[in-house]
T-cell receptor, first 115, second 113 residues
Framework: DTGVSQNPRHKITKRGQNVTFRCDPI?????LYWYRQTLGQGPEFLTY????????KSRLLSDRFSAERPKGSFSTLEIQRTEQGDSAMYLC?????????????FGAGTRLSVL | DQQVKQNSPSLSVQEGRISILNCDYT??????FLWYKKYPAEGPTFLIS?????DKNEDGRFTVFLNKSAKHLSLHIVPSQPGDSAVYFC????????????FGKGTRLHILP
């Protein structure tokens, strides 16, 4: 059973550094989503792709954040000039959108700590 | 503005009894609802969903009830088992309009022996 895979699982960085996370979705899924979760909150939507096209970005996604999904397969989320407020769990999810339901399957997440 | 609200941060239930987790939403346009379960150090795991055209969906020990007029849904787990101890997230989305899922803050369920 190949689920959604995220790497790395943990990342510790110093303020001002750039970080990049990778997500490998379930292979037959056409949609890929990024969410962020902080302590005591549910996941919050950041952005999503259908194949390689980025279709929506949340206002939470400042210009320091960029996401890509080249060739419609894996995706990367980059944060430039990290700030302490970026410390969170970054979750990736994928789905096979069919118009009748919207079940997203999540990876285990990348926990980012900005010192 | 919290569009999906889970007002109970935690709930303790005796093993074998029924667990009822509640959720309220404010956006009457939501048409698809989901429950996810999360263990520590893991991502949320899909549990059960319901479309707004239904008022009940059942899958084994899990049943979700939807009351559109009250903008309320609930998850029933019966009988509760020790492995059900986790954080449960209620979530909602707008099918075919945008695809993001809006999550509540979660309810931590403790199953007592």
């Amino acid at each position: 059973d190949t689920g959604v895979s995220q790497n790395p699982r943990h990342k510790i960085t110093k303020r001002g550094q750039n970080v990049t996370f990778r997500c490998d979705p379930i292979s037959e899924h056409n949609r890929l989503y990024w969410y962020r979760q902080t302590l005591g909150q549910g996941p919050e939507f950041l952005t999503y792709f259908q194949n390689e096209a980025q279709l929506e970005k949340s206002r939470l996604l400042s210009d320091r954040f960029s996401a890509e999904r080249p060739k419609g397969s894996f995706s990367t989320l980059e944060i430039q000039r990290t700030e302490q407020g970026d410390s969170a769990m970054y979750l990736c999810a994928s789905s096979l959108f069919d118009g009748a339901k919207n079940i997203q399957y999540f990876g285990a997440g990348t926990r980012l700590s900005v010192l | 503005d919290q569009q999906v609200k889970q007002n109970s941060p935690s709930l303790s239930v005796q093993e074998g009894r029924i667990s009822i987790l509640n959720c309220d939403y404010t956006n009457s346009m939501f048409d698809y609802f989901l429950w996810y379960k999360k263990y520590p150090a893991e991502g949320p795991t899909f549990l059960i969903s319901i479309s707004s055209i239904k008022d009940k969906n059942e899958d084994g020990r899990f049943t979700v009830f939807l009351n559109k007029s009250a903008k309320h849904l609930s998850l029933h787990i019966v009988p509760s088992q020790p492995g059900d101890s986790a954080v449960y997230f209620c979530a909602a989305s707008l099918l075919n309009r945008d695809d993001k899922i809006i999550f509540g803050k979660g309810t931590r369920l403790h199953i007592l022996p």
